[in-house]
């Protein structure tokens, strides 16, 4: 895997657990006004960019049937997803006060289950999991869902039938009454994945920017993410957001990453991204709870509040991420020295 990559996964989890922190100030000490500084949001955006240049770089020029393509997918995401789900549910029936976003649904909690958008009951305007930002992965469910079924076509017509099917299924839901469904896979977001399998057929043919435009690339595209994140609503996110977002993981592959020393830290924290993003919110849950018990007032310093939240959500998707993938482990403990 390309080393950058892992950069800019870290990257994009530590920006939504930034993002959800903010979010969470308000709560833990309402006279802190941080609106200002609610950034971060648009690290999903990178992830879903990022999530069609993996699956069309990992599958590109290999033989793999749809049914092998979703059990990795599968194995990889679900479990640990599953395992959240459930806990979160346990926690909202058996103490519903320590959770603000999510409360005992059973159809919703089937639904979250098997990756179906539904209307959060704690929140019914949002379509959102019990796991709350499980939502991206209702996305990239479908998104893997069309994929496995483009893959036995050859491999030169499958960007153009994916480009089909994104089509129908926007226009589809545009046209048909609305829905919970209909209004879920009807944003354009979905095509940040497509963007994504693009740059990586480009990657594939070598059409990349020259490393010093690279770099220009990475830094403006870095620069107008967070300028239109503040200036521009969600409802526009795919081109305000979601350009950026392409221009970033597209400079950021274009860049000759090997001739540079590997930041250790950050290259494990891409690792650990997944157990980042969906083990957060029980940090954030964790010091919201702990700054309204404490008998002092320290948790409700901002920036303190802020930095805590990144470093237990890093350390908490780490351990998350060591007990979930012993096979790894077991492997590299295997492996001949060099």
Known sequence: ?????????????????????????????????????????????????????????????????????????????????????????????????????????????????????????????????????????????????????????????????????????????????????????????ILEFLAGVVLGWLYGQKLLLPNRWAWAALALGFAFLFINEALMQPESRFYAWGIPAIFIVYSAVSIDFSRLPVIDWLNYLGDCSYSIYITHAFALAFLRVAADRLPFAILQQPVLFVVLALVLSSIGGAIIHEITTPRRKVAAASRPPA
């Not at 059973?106 to 930002?133: C, K, Q, R």
């Not at 099917?165 to 926007?170: E, G």
């Open 1 to 189: 895997m390309l080393v950058q990559l892992q950069y800019l996964r870290a990257v994009a989890a530590l920006m939504v657990v930034y993002f959800h922190a903010i979010l969470q100030l308000g709560k833990v000490n309402p006279a802190v006004d941080a609106a200002a500084f609610v950034y971060g949001e648009t690290g999903v955006d990178i992830f879903f960019v990022l999530s069609g240049f993996v699956m069309w770089l990992t599958t590109s020029g290999r033989a793999m049937s749809p049914i092998e393509f979703a059990r990795r997918r599968i194995k990889r995401i679900v479990p640990l997803y599953w395992l959240a789900t459930l806990f979160s549910a346990a926690v909202a029936l058996v103490a519903p006060s320590l959770l603000k976003s999510t409360v005992f649904n059973l159809p919703h909690l089937v639904a979250s289950l098997f990756f179906l958008p539904w209307a959060n009951p704690a929140d019914p305007a949002t379509i959102t999991p019990v796991v709350v930002p499980g939502w991206t992965l209702n996305y990239e469910m479908f998104f893997y869902f069309v994929f496995a079924l483009l893959l036995p076509l050859p491999e030169i017509r499958r960007i153009p039938a994916m480009f089909a099917v994104f089509a129908v299924v926007l226009v589809a839901c545009r046209l048909s009454p609305e829905t919970t469904a209909s209004r879920f896979y009807g944003e354009p977001i």
